[in-house]
């Protein structure tokens, strides 16, 4: 997004763009670097080298722009600015200076830009935590002190009120109160938040009584201060303060603070000052010293435990700190014609185009936050304050022309007139989302790439995905988190814990729902998925068998999650915490996010299939995207659910998991495995045939013409049987019985099969090459299904790939496999042999090298399986890789797990130098990625910019994948390809 | 090697190259090619699509050259000819032919064309063995024949005798005899060899006896031809005509056959007739039938089961078949004036330059190779037959330098003329090779190039390592070999099976001599291996535990021996073979050429440390290399063993080997591994540090100032843990006793450690990041080592290597921690810190994309861990891979195991690419090679054709790859590399 220029009175320099601060990409210290425009004279001027002058804005509200007498104060090192002024019509920021300012600070010189009635104040900016961290609090209390005197100065020149001071006198004009908020870039729970009515003392307030102002008012603001900033500033507990006044409320028999008499407020003030008495601490009684010690606490709680681990889980890194914002306050308390608000411009759960919002009569912001009274709905507001709805309306509309975007408004309403106090974007479902950004760009609000680039792929999962009724941003989900997995299945799930697939049927039986909690899951746990509402396991990453079997059946699954410690086979407990969980103890997952939760939230079903702006919405991303996006699918329900959710193809068709669905199946693979003559291989072939030819049918018959790629078998055998320590303890017998083995021959089998390395052992090609009457058995079943279809008039395309190729050898000894099996087939079905490409899967880095040779060696088609290709990339075990990847990005040597987002740099170039080599042979040789990648939004932007045709992704990806691929083009820059773009069915 | 240029008579027509054939890679159909020419009026002409005339020499002994009405047959398909005629003095082919004639055809082509004396005769060339394979005996019956009975006539005219035939004279002059020889390409025991004296029957005997020729020799001649005939043609035992032999001796009370007889030898043959009646055979009394069914049989011999399993064996491939040589015989036997000899040019045992050899008088040259009488010594030859003793002088000296090599000569004397039938490059002993090519040089035989060619990797080895006195090329040494391995550690040794350490121990403790056979071993196992001659492992590679240690002892050792079969812990089998093999029972194994011997064979240390010749030969090949040879030393003795080798520093110290040597070593580093808290973790570091500055102090002073490359811990740590079943099975209890933790804690710290795939898992740097405490402890007393050396006055140049860098935050992690411990120490020794390089070990695909980036990043050198990088290049896991590279190989699907020979194509990209960009930021950084593929001369010409300055390889390869970089440098066409060679102290 380019940024409008910006001018500054000093210098009437022009930034030519608002993006003035990166974060660097190792996660160390941030520089405030500023892009720089040229001053009039054709003279370079570094915007933030200099004190920035006040921003003008062309449109005014009929004032004309005053000038306090300290503008933004540079600070220290010349490098920076420590103070921003605003007040309505000017200010010195705009929202695009984030990172220095914080939301807030830069939301509050947006609104004051725009003309907007702001109560005046100025932000300390974020780079002032940060010099605060390095120097401590001489560096507030010495270097920054006398900026802030002399912001506090013009503050109160532009207020026309003072801060009260002894032997002041109040007659005609009330004492200038402060809040003091902090605000950083990201929003960030647990920092130190609020301080309101900031000033009032006990002189104070027995001048403002003295001078006639309302005592109910007086007393309400005084016991505010007193909680907060014993709460805020000298870390009393808040309970201590609460039950005081709920004392307060009993003794005078109401229900409501709100309906305390100001003697009662009195008292509970004195009350408070005893509970500081009570922690051995003083009211502080001087208002420079409150705002002086009010920012301290702020600029500290950056670094207090729970906003550090906070910005490490959410990933915040490169953040200057918080930047402080103190205003002048304005009253929702002051009386009857008062009040406080916030509200969204438009509908968050639905995206209707109408304010929503809640607000409180004759109270401050945070009671209508904190809930001690029911808010009324702010279509109330015309009734009670009809010129103030009136103009909360047009400040909505004002300022969603202004970001874009659908925003949240804090506002209070003094004695009739209209403030807001904070604006930021406003967080939605994925529904609301959807509409908002549809309507936006139909009203002209924003361009279609603009809609494009307002949802997220978060958002549009959403709209498919069963959901939590509970806000995921709130507190009290937040605070029920108790572990985290990887989001191998998304959507939410609760029920009880269960930790056999035996218990699991039994209970689903008996009508409770479960969650299937495991070590890992196998084949012989299928039943007790399948009954279970979702599945959780301790290890396994997000192609393991609980997470692809999750997939499949669209259930919720977290995976991997390593904070699971089993304390035995009945209980366990969630990483250090001591809290044990048994069998029956009811927890929820979020298969989205891979959040565990000791809870019971409700889950409610997404099921807006017919939801006219979502079809829109997808349209104009299949008119932007460069690139086609396919399914992975092993049953026909996947193949059909990808092609409902627009899919233009099936890119991947895992056969191996074919044999994971159900324990006949199960049976019938290790049946192939133990055989160790001709005729026994053959039976169990003839047995996994079937199935395999019901699938492949089925799929192909999904797809309706669209190409349907099959991958030839590609795990070590090993992986279907059951592990070493399972044959020992019961699993050889069992397998005994069904395979008509003895549990010695079987053990022996087993243990000759054992790898030291499976993922660089007997598995893809090479089995195809060494033990081809599997790979026969597939080709057969396949083609025969196509056979089948084609002779009942159903168009197919059917493509076989071969996996984990190394050598063109390789690929030239699969491809004449598959042609043997389809000569034999067309021979015996008496008709010529039907089309059938055939591929190579690059996923190890000679492949990607040696695809010039392969293409030349004739494959028609390329997939790049990017979970192997990163694995052999980095030699980086997918399975093995928790041990150092999370340590690794939380020392931040690595930004993201290579196996979530695709690395842009080694991976990346071994897929561009595979594409050019290919296509130096054959321009229009087809090229696409298959694997976890091609559903990752990051990812995308990569296999964007690389010349790809397709990216294909499990079924429930798909939406988001098109939308990613739809962004990555809209971000950008230039479209490498020489090819028209795809266009695909929707 | 440039052919000289070859006139043909037919068109004059010049050949530019004298390699007419090659190999096609894939082992399928080799194509009879030839490099094309131009006629002189610059008419392109293709050698052999045309028949080839008979190809001239300027020298030429006196005669002028006779031209044969047939001179070679144009096929029927016409792009190839089937049969080439040779005689004194012209012949239609040279020694370069060998592909078409074999090895026996070619050399008797050239020594006609060289004018020596050698029987007039013709090859049909091993092309019509082909087609022999692919039509059957039609092709030779019809085809081919009336091409042979041309040729015959030919060889008839030129002789001047006639094959008999009935009715036929034969006063005055005797019947052509023929000999019907095999001969490929290669040398190939197991197919048909020798028929002699062809064309004699009943009706011809008689004849010849009454022609007046000696009885005594024509009956000798006849009673070689039934046997011969009898044995490779009509497939009748050779026993049975032996038995015949020796009683005919006994009944004639003489030693040998030379004594019987005439009419002994007659009766005999008659005898020998109802042998093959006894058999239901006649023996063939037509002539020409008899050399028809001797050429099928000879056709027929190449496809027999021992042909074809030794040429997979011996991974010959691409051969076209086995030529037959059809020569007019001439009799050793003929009288006392006669007998038949081999000689060497020189002494194949030492190299002397003196003819060596043995005959016998009156026989023929069977008698001499057979045994059947002790054989005369060549120098005896100038008493008996003085000139033609000199004429074989002359002969060896001509061949000599024909063929720039010391050369293998058949030969016979008949009534004193001295015939020439076989040539070829004598095979000998490194000793004798080294000497050879050294004295030729001087000699102006060859070029000091040349000499550097002649000599190869096997040779130069076999001067340093404990050898087998037997002839490994003989069928009795082959015959005794009952399982091959992997060539761990070079050398042969010879002991009694034991099975476990501890009887290892006892057994040489009574002075028995034992091979410790283990399925694979561990520290455990250490004593048993030291008091063992030679280890054979049935699981492990190249770097297994076994041959790490036995390289770094200098003890023979094969490893991965797969034919291993453990019937239980006291009895093994090898492979398909049913014979029992028990503790005690005595075999030898050789670590050379990895195979395992049912024999006692005598070894002899090899002791050349002083061979001149030995040392002028590495001085030539030092002043041809382009690259450095360091070695990869893990003790002060490896590294001093190397140094004497010649090598150029120590390219890779391996720190994790140095925990294997002592059972101390082995707890220590457990104790580490089992730690739990910081204490006992620096308490088990504290020891390991002891160990580790010992050796580095040791291998710092043994490289006397050249380079010593340190490389941190890099496997993963459970690989210094027993296995998991060894746990189960007491190792646990016996840790616990050491270690004072329990069975069970130490169980479960095992197997939280266990990995999916360790090769991709938590090794390497990963470690040294995650369990920082380990590398510090390396570093430290590795510097701390360089620093009491030097100020002890010894000259040291440190360096330290981070293994498995796969991202630069990873090296910038490592180098800050190598920092980090320099200061503290220069802090403690209070001295400024000592020179210390910190390089990049490339050991992932990744790591050699970023290359640039890394040396941007301050990497001092890089060393290519050309294993781990060929394992993640190609998706092989090393330890896994026999399961699939063995039939890959056999199938034709890979030519080399690329672990042995690195990928010239892939994994030399990916180097290329890294080193590169390498020096395109630094064009001097150091770049090297370590790893097996440093010892191995067809790696080292790939890592010669890129940018490296050195290879390191193990100490007992440094001959070997000296030699074979200066021979990568003599065979290649230009130098890369920009920089002078670098010359080290040799």
């Given at each position: 997004m380019r940024a409008r220029a910006i001018s500054t009175s000093a210098s009437n320099a022009r930034v030519?763009?608002?993006?003035f601060f990166s974060r660097s990409r190792d996660g160390r210290r941030a520089k405030t670097r500023a892009r720089v425009g040229r001053g009039r004279g054709g003279r370079r001027i570094d915007f933030l080298e200099r004190a920035p002058g006040m921003a003008r804005r062309g449109?005014?509200?009929?004032r004309r722009a005053r000038w306090p007498c300290a503008g933004a104060s540079a600070d220290g090192d010349g490098t920076s600015t420590a103070i921003f002024h605003f007040e309505r019509g000017c200010a010195?920021?705009?929202?695009?200076?984030k990172d220095l300012l914080g939301s807030k600070g830069s939301g509050l010189a947006e609104m004051a830009l725009l003309g907007l009635n702001v109560p005046a104040g100025f932000t300390i900016s974020a780079a002032c935590n940060e010099r605060f961290a390095a120097r401590g609090s001489t560096y507030v209390q010495s270097e920054l002190w006398p900026d802030v005197l002399e912001a506090v100065s013009s503050l109160e020149r532009t207020a026309k009120r003072?801060?009260?001071?002894?032997?002041?006198s109040l007659v005609g004009r009330a004492p200038l109160l402060l809040s003091v908020r902090s605000g950083a870039a990201a929003s960030m729970p647990g920092m130190m938040d609020t301080v309101l009515n900031?000033?009032?003392s006990d002189a104070c307030v027995a001048a403002c009584v003295e001078a006639g102002f309302d005592e109910r008012w007086v007393y309400d603001s005084y016991r505010r201060l007193l909680a907060m900033f014993g709460d805020?500033?000298?870390?009393?507990?808040k309970m201590d303060f609460e039950v005081a006044l709920s004392q307060a409320r009993s003794a005078n028999e109401v229900?409501?603070?709100?309906?305390?008499p100001a003697e009662a407020l009195k008292k509970l003030c004195d009350e408070y000052k005893d509970i500081y008495v009570k922690h051995g601490k003083t009211f502080e009684q001087d208002p420079m010293n409150q705002l002086s010690k009010s920012i301290l606490a702020v600029f500290s709680s950056w670094n207090n435990p729970r906003a550090v681990e906070y910005r490490d889980i959410n990933r915040l890194s490169g953040l200057l700190g918080t930047a402080v914002n103190v205003q002048q306050m304005v009253f929702?308390?002051?009386?009857?014609?008062s009040g406080s608000g916030v509200c969204f411009s438009?509908?968050?759960?639905?995206?209707?185009d109408k304010v929503y919002g809640e607000f409180l009569q004759k109270?401050?912001?945070e009671d209508v936050v904190s809930g001690v009274r029911t808010p009324m709905m702010i279509s109330d507001l015309a009734g009670t304050q009809a010129s103030a709805a009136e103009e909360l309306n047009e400040v909505c509309k004002e300022l969603e022309k202004d970001y874009k975007d659908m925003m949240d408004i804090e506002w209070t309403i003094e004695d009739g007139n209209l403030y807001i106090l904070q604006c930021r974007v406003g967080k939605r479902t994925g529904t609301a989302a959807v509409r908002i950004a549809t309507e936006m760009a139909a009203e002209g609000i924003i361009t279609r790439d603009e809609a494009l680039m307002q949802v997220n792929a978060k958002q549009i999962e959403q709209v498919l995905h069963p959901v939590f009724?509970?806000?995921?941003?709130?507190a009290e989900y937040s605070g029920k988190i108790v572990a985290k997995g990887k989001p191998a299945s998304p959507g939410a799930a609760v029920g009880a814990i269960c930790f056999s697939a035996k218990e699991a049927k039994e209970m689903k039986a008996k009508g409770t729902p479960v969650i299937l909690v495991r070590e890992e899951t196998c084949a012989d746990d299928i039943g007790g998925m399948f009954a279970a509402e979702g599945i959780l396991t301790a290890r396994g990453g997000m192609t393991s068998h609980a997470a692809v079997v999750a997939r499949g059946w669209g259930k919720p699954c977290v995976s991997?999650?390593?904070?699971?410690?089993?304390?035995n086979d009945r209980e366990i407990r969630f990483g250090s915490s001591d809290k044990t969980f048994r069998s029956g103890n009811v927890i929820s997952i979020n298969g989205t996010t891979g959040e565990v939760l000791n809870a019971s939230f409700p889950v409610a079903p997404s099921?807006?299939?017919?939801?006219l702006p979502l079809k829109t919405f997808m349209q104009w991303v299949d008119q932007k995207r460069g690139i086609e996006i396919r399914a992975n699918a092993d049953t026909p329900e996947d193949a059909d659910a990808a092609i409902r959710n627009g899919?233009?193809?099936?890119?991947?068709?895992?056969?191996?998991?074919?044999?994971?669905?159900?324990t006949d199946r199960v049976h019938a693979i290790r049946e192939f495995i133990m055989a160790q003559d001709e005729t026994s291989s053959t039976i169990a072939l003839e047995k996994l045939e079937k199935y395999h030819y019901e699938d492949f049918r089925g799929i192909l018959k999904a797809a309706a013409g669209r190409k349907v790629t099959v991958r030839l078998i590609d795990p070590p055998?090993?992986?279907?049987?059951?592990?070493e320590k399972q044959l020992r303890e019961g699993g050889a017998q069992e397998m005994s019985r069904y395979i008509g083995k003895s549990t010695h021959d079987i053990m022996e089998i087993a243990e000759n099969m054992r790898e030291h390395n499976p993922m660089l052992g007997l598995r893809g090609c090479r089995l195809g090459i060494l033990r081809p009457s599997m790979s026969k058995m597939q080709v057969r079943a396949f083609a025969q299904a196509a056979i089948d279809l084609t002779s009942e008039g159903f168009p197919v395309t059917p493509s076989i790939m071969v996996p984990l190729v190394s050598t063109v050898d390789e690929f030239h000894n699969q491809r004449d496999l598959v042609w043997g099996v389809m000569k034999e087939l067309a021979k015996e079905n008496q008709q010529p042999p039907i089309r059938m490409e055939i591929g190579a899967m690059i996923e190890t880095p000679r492949c990607a090298l040696i695809a010039g040779d392969l293409a030349r060696a004739g494959a028609s088609f390329f997939s790049f399986g990017t979970n192997d290709l990163t694995q052999m990339t980095y030699g980086f075990s997918r399975d093995d890789s928790d041990a150092f990847i999370k340590p690794y990005i939380a020392k931040g040597?690595?930004?993201?797990?290579p196996f979530v987002?695709?690395?842009?740099?080694a991976v990346a170039e071994l897929m561009d130098i595979a594409i050019h080599r290919a296509r130096d042979i054959r321009n229009d040789i087809e090229v696409g990625v298959c694997g976890?990648?091609?559903?990752?939004p990051a990812s995308l932007r990569t296999i964007d910019a690389l010349d790809v045709d397709y990216a294909s992704c499990s079924p429930s990806r798909v939406l988001v994948a098109r939308l990613a691929a739809a962004q990555a083009a809209c971000s950008?820059?230039?479209?490498?390809?020489?090819?028209p773009f795809a266009v695909t069915a929707a």
């Open positions: 030519g763009d608002g993006n449109r005014r509200r009929g010195y920021g705009t929202k695009e200076m003072t801060v009260f001071r002894s032997g002041c900031l000033g009032l805020v500033v000298e870390g009393i507990p229900r409501f603070d709100s309906e305390l929702g308390n002051f009386n009857d014609n438009r509908n968050p759960a639905d995206g209707t109270a401050q912001g009724v509970i806000d995921e941003t709130s991997g999650c390593g904070d699971i410690v089993f304390k099921t807006i299939e017919t939801f899919a233009s193809g099936i890119g991947l068709v895992r056969t191996e998991h074919m044999f994971f669905s159900t055998l090993h992986e279907f049987l059951p592990s040597l690595l930004r993201d797990d987002t695709l690395d842009p740099v976890e990648h091609g559903g990752d950008r820059k230039e479209k490498v390809k020489t090819k």
